[in-house]
């Protein structure tokens, strides 16, 4: 396949949704004419994300939209022949997702609806209850949001399914409740950090993380876009700041090389991972 030029974005989409489709055609021609082949952009970058984790109903909720609605077609018809994975709030019926799609100018490609949810987000969102990698233009792919990357089952079981890159999809907070002077020393920076690229580094996969930028209510968005490679080295990163980390990988080749003496995958012991589905505090 060659060398795959990937980005992803660390930016602020708020509750606008008509605001963020004008702002993403603009960011969308010009990756497309800098050869950009694969775009991450942030968890709820269409509608925005809760203000509050731990009361989340306090003031409106993000609009959610039909993935089979005019918003994503829109999206399709923007992005050509870029991969583009984007997220939003999804709406099935009575029920309310925080959810993702990846998308080209041919359709949408895959799915995912937020498995894991921190603090009070149950409250918001209804929970997904699968990850499933699938076949796009720059290989195959599986995307995680936010709190899903806290999980080693999670970057793991798309890695099982095959997935050679992770496109994990965040707006992740600062600290609500130690929160540090200066971002570098805040935990969960250093824990966004950390996830990306032991969730890399364990799978011996390429994964694009981004995040959302600036103020939601209470919450204080980290930034810290990124691209990591199979041996967990950050290739490219931004800052707490709105930008873009670009890469030029040869996913296949450097997963393939990641993989030539030590093959984590292969050489799991299933056999003695006994209380690996059993619920905390059993025995």
Wanted: proline share 5%; glycine share 12%.
């Amino acid at each position: 396949m060659g060398t795959t030029r990937i980005a992803a974005l660390a930016g602020h989409f708020g509750r606008d949704i008509g605001r963020a489709l004008e702002k993403l055609d603009g960011i969308f021609e010009r990756l497309i004419q800098d050869g950009v082949d694969l775009l991450v952009l942030p968890d709820a970058t269409l509608g925005g994300y809760i203000g509050d984790l731990r009361n989340p109903t306090i003031g409106p909720l993000p609009e959610p939209i039909d993935p089979d609605g005019p918003e994503l077609r829109m999206l399709c018809s923007m992005a050509g022949p870029m991969t583009v994975c984007v997220g939003y709030a999804e709406k099935d019926g009575d029920l309310r997702y925080n959810a993702a799609s990846c998308l080209t100018g041919d359709g949408i490609l895959g799915n995912h609806r937020k498995v894991h949810q921190p603090a009070g987000e149950h409250l918001a969102y209804a929970a997904g209850d699968t990850f499933t990698a699938f076949d796009t233009p720059v290989g195959r792919l599986g995307m995680l949001i936010d709190y899903d990357k806290t999980f080693p089952e999670s970057a793991r079981t798309l890695a099982l399914d095959g997935a050679h890159i992770i496109g994990a999809l965040s707006a992740w907070p600062a600290s609500v409740t130690d929160r540090a002077s200066r971002m570098p020393n805040d935990r969960q920076a250093r824990l966004f950090d950390l996830y990306d690229m032991a969730r890399a580094a364990e799978n011996q996969v390429v994964l694009a993380s981004s995040n959302q930028t600036g103020v939601t209510g209470s919450l204080r968005f980290l930034g810290q876009a990124k691209v990591v490679g199979p041996g967990g080295d950050i290739l490219a990163k931004t800052w707490s700041k709105g930008g873009l980390a670009v890469a030029d990988v040869d996913v296949e080749r450097e997963v393939e090389r990641a993989r030539r003496t030590l093959r984590h995958l292969d050489e799991r012991r299933v056999d003695t991972y006994r209380n690996l589905l059993r619920e905390t505090g059993t025995r």
